[in-house]
């Protein structure tokens, strides 16, 4: 398995959104499980979720497949530190020790976890960029769906950046950097624009085909080091 030193870029990539030094293309190991292993170190390690496996466990037995259990399994003991929806693939960062995952999760609750998204949308976004700042809440009579509520929301923000046009198939591929971390941010935010995230099947007006994965990918992820607090800069190829 690869091991970097802590300032080094991990992967290969696509343009960011902040600012990253040391370009260091590293190549990536496969699990068993198919899952890839992007860095690792004696703190955490970095993997690249598929589109279609959940985070962690859910409800039942016909649930219990998920990406923690497969990291787990070779590493026993990776803890969980934060999650993707089971459709959104790309990095997801684990623990390896009890103080590695305080570490961690103080940097998300602190925001100095800089995340960026590539995402393919409906229709043509017309701006080149722009802000998105619309509070989230729990729609819970139909929950996982989230809806916006500027009463009892949450404070919600997203960054956009139009990556490329497609005028053929009516489609914008984009770049998407969330300030806040709110379940399905980055669809319901999309959605409400008029050009919801291709493959969505919950915030699509046409729901997409059963083989149509949701066009959603992780592609980098910044984090402190638990130990050091140095840059750990990680990308992820969008695989659409």
Known sequence: MAKLSRDRFCGSGVTATFTILCVMPVAVTPLPQG??????????LVVNKPSGLLSV????PDKADCLS?????EFSGALVVHRLDMETSGLMVFARTLDAQRALNRAFEQRLVEKYYVAVVMGIVENDQGTIDLPL?????????????????????THYVVLARDEALKQTRVGLTPVTGRSHQLRVHMASLGHPI????LYSVNPPSTAQRLLLHAAKLSFPHPL???SVNCVSDAPF
């Open 228 to 230: 050091s607090d140095e």
């Open 57 to 60: 466990p859910g409800r039942g």
């Open 35 to 44: 899952i890839e292993i992007v860095t690792i170190d004696e703190t955490f």
């Open 69 to 73: 259990a497969r990291v787990q399994a």
């Open 198 to 201: 291709i493959g969505d099947s």
């Open 137 to 157: 809440i729990c729609d819970w009579p139909n929950r996982p769906r989230q809806v916006v509520d500027h009463t009892i929301g949450k404070p919600s923000t």
